[in-house]
């Protein structure tokens, strides 16, 4: 055996560690990384050599294949962070991918009658780069959209071994073994077969994906909704306390200010000051709104941030207990976190909400600072733990759909906002 059949004997290696370590760009990297990927990855194509080089059967190749399969994966496992249901996610994407590109070059140099030299080599190397290519555009991005990868190993072990079936034993069967004898068009055949059958597992995986991902984000959020409204029935029964022993201690105290004279009047203005805070309470028209932002506007009163609000709340009785506190507490929750690290006078978040026509429209600004990256939910959250937060803005977005509306995010010139419009309900 040549330099050359050792090489391409290595062919199913290197397109493995190529397309896994694509899928795996986003993943977390372990230290030493680069010398990690590099004694991995030479692990896997000497081990390729041992395994395959002299097989000459079908049958004596599976082991083989088997072996290079979780070696692939072993590396990834090694280099990457990620738990190791995200890296089998992956290797096995790679896997199938690996099965898709070399049937497309069997049929391409079938069709083409291409069996060696400079032509074999530019047929490779061109189907190779436009394989990495389908990979970056369409898989990684996928699986970095997502952020976790949430399909069942299960179900991926199914798609593995389907796919090893299709490639490998139902050949030997079905070909090999029923007819006798393979002819260059029967091998074509059954390649064009195996390209399309794995090319609708591949359908099948990132669509799992992405319905799983969906299902995990709407679940989310719906416990979004339910802890807003969990907070919002503790507030609404602080407030309520708070009014009543503000409001009983103020007519005390001004009893107290008659008998005192003078002498406690700068004490006397201090705490009248400190009471009237109290006296801010909103009155919108819509007493969940009400509570939520009263509580929102004793928090930014305390951190020195200017919030206003403008609202004909009884407007809003068609929206939910939950989904009034989701939308308005992620707004004003979004806001605080944005201008709280701002200088004092841009510590400002202002809260417009009428009706426009037959439309409800919530309008809200204000400050920020630094570079926020775009996603189709708006803007991609600051915070460090990107799995934990993040999904203010798709509750808001949700809760918008859910009633037809439209909502739109703009960045700009240091000014952030948030604009929606939701049909009213027609009046029976």
Known sequence: ????????????TFELLVFSFLMCRHFGKKSFFWLRAAAGS???????????????????????IIMIFLLSMLTMVFCYENPVREILFVSIAAYITQIVLY????????????????????LYALLLAIAI????????????ETGHVTVHPGFLLILLVTAGLIDTVFKFYMVDHMLGVETKEIFAAWKLFSMVACLLLLMVQFGTLKRNSISAQKQQL????????????????????????CHDLKHWFQRLQGLSGSAYEKEAKEIQKALTIYDSMFQTGNQILDTILTEKKLYCEYNKINMTCIAEGEKLDFLSESEICSLFGNIVDNAVTAVSHL??????????????????SIHEENYFEGELKKTADGFETTKKDKEHHGFGLKSIRMITENYHGNMSVTAEDGIFNINILIPLPIEK
């Open 42 to 64: 030479g692990i896997c194509l000497f081990g390729s050599v041992l395994l395959v080089s002299n097989t000459t059967t079908m049958w004596e190749s599976i082991p083989g």
């Open 103 to 122: 049937s497309v070059f069997i049929l391409l140099q079938t069709f083409l009658e291409i069996s060696s030299g400079i032509s074999f080599i530019v």
């Open 1 to 12: 055996m040549n330099i050359w059949d050792v090489a391409w004997k290595c062919e199913l």
């Open 222 to 245: 719906e416990d979004l909704l339910y802890k807003k409204q969990q907070q919002y029935e503790l507030s609404r029964k602080n407030m309520e306390l708070i009014n009543i022993k």
């Open 133 to 144: 290519a389908i990979v970056l555009h369409f898989m990684e991005k996928r699986i970095s």
């Open 343 to 360: 200088e004092e006078e841009k510590r400002t978040i202002n809260i417009l909400v009428r009706t426009r026509g037959n439309f409800l």
